[in-house]
């Protein structure tokens, strides 16, 4: 799997692969406001844990947030992690 920044709408794509390389699913994660994936990493049941930073839920400017994705791209839980300022999540 990988995850990144559509910066046009300020999205989280998440993508996940064959072994061949072709994309199997594309999918967008959309918020309120600015959601960006600094680094995603794959789960032993097929899913992914995804981390970056929002300003679409949370406390802050930026919250440092974490996700859970199912192997159907389906977002399982989120949380956010923040102060009034701003915090971001890379790995």
Known sequence: M???V???GDDILVF???E???IQRAQRITGS???QAQAIVGTSDGGAVVVGNTNSFG???LDGFIMKVSSLGNVLWKR???T???EHFVR
Request: proline share 0%; charged share 10%; net charge negative.
């Open 16 to 18: 996940k692969f064959s």
């Open 80 to 82: 956010t992690f923040g």
């Open 59 to 61: 406390v802050g400017l």
């Open 33 to 35: 406001g600015s959601d």
């Open 2 to 4: 990988a995850a990144g």
């Open 20 to 22: 061949s390389g072709s």
């Open 6 to 8: 559509d910066f046009a």
């Open 84 to 86: 009034s300022g701003n």
